[in-house]
């Protein structure tokens, strides 16, 4: 059953606390994304990955890090310097070849809440 | 700055009555076009996409959305929209060059009662 796999699918952290979230996909896609879903701002970028090992700035990526080890793991470190890390947090993949038409697939979400 | 903007944040419709999403973007180059859809509790998914070609394109559950280029526009309709349309639709813009980047609208959440 090919698709992407978020874990947890809720998180409760501390504040002042790194937080890891797991991004997980078998559908051979080369690029990876990290989206953060605020209600009324749609789905803002984070971080994204077009290959094995290399990785991009989105748009918010201050207090955020990732690695790309590995061509189906993709995972996201919410830090402590993220100042509103309270979140639904999505991944996404895609064949990712710029230039190509393709679409991103999502996984179902991880929503974080910093107590 | 590239930007997608959806004119409604919430629109509520009865049941058969006809929808139209609006969504425009700002970026004056090659894009492609999208329409997710996020149903109470589940993933997001792609409910059309508009590449090249025909303006009108067809998407699943009777949805279909037209592509004014000259209007920067990507609007989504609906002829009869049901209960189980009830759901968070948003558009996004892909920027041709740019590795595949999303630029996605704030959402419309749809309300159908029956």
């Known amino acids: 059953d090919g698709g992407i796999t978020q874990s947890p699918k809720y998180l409760f952290r501390k504040e002042g606390q790194n937080v890891t979230l797991s991004c997980e996909q078998n559908?051979?896609?080369?690029?990876m994304y990290w989206y953060r879903q605020d209600p009324g701002q749609g789905l803002r970028l984070i971080y994204y990955?077009?290959?094995?090992?290399?990785?991009q700035k989105g748009d918010i990526a201050e207090g955020y890090s990732v690695s790309r080890e590995k061509k189906e793991s993709f995972p996201l470190t919410v830090t402590s310097a993220q100042k509103n890390p309270t979140a639904f947090y999505l991944c996404?993949?895609?064949?990712?070849?710029?230039?190509?038409?393709?679409?991103?697939?999502f996984g179902p979400g991880t929503r974080l809440t910093v107590l | 700055a590239q930007s997608v903007s959806q004119h409604n944040h919430h629109v509520i419709l009865s049941e058969a009555a006809s929808l139209e999403l609006g969504c425009n973007y700002s970026?004056?180059?090659?894009?492609?076009l999208f329409w997710y859809v996020q149903y109470p509790g589940q993933h997001l998914q792609l409910l059309l996409k508009?590449?090249?070609?025909?303006?009108l394109v067809k998407g699943i559950k009777g949805f279909e959305a037209e592509f004014i280029k000259s209007k920067f526009s990507f609007n989504l309709r609906k002829p009869s929209v049901q209960w189980s349309d009830t759901a968070e639709y948003f558009c996004?813009?892909?920027?041709?060059?740019?590795?595949?980047?999303?630029?996605f609208g704030q959402g419309t959440e749809l309300s159908v009662k029956p």
């Open positions: 508009y590449f090249s070609g025909d303006p």
């Open positions: 990955s077009q290959i094995v090992n290399d990785f």
């Open positions: 559908l051979n896609h080369d690029a």
């Open positions: 970026y004056g180059g090659t894009v492609n």
């Open positions: 996404a993949s895609s064949t990712g070849l710029a230039g190509v038409n393709n679409e991103q697939f």
């Open positions: 996004a813009v892909r920027l041709y060059n740019q590795g595949g980047k999303l630029i």
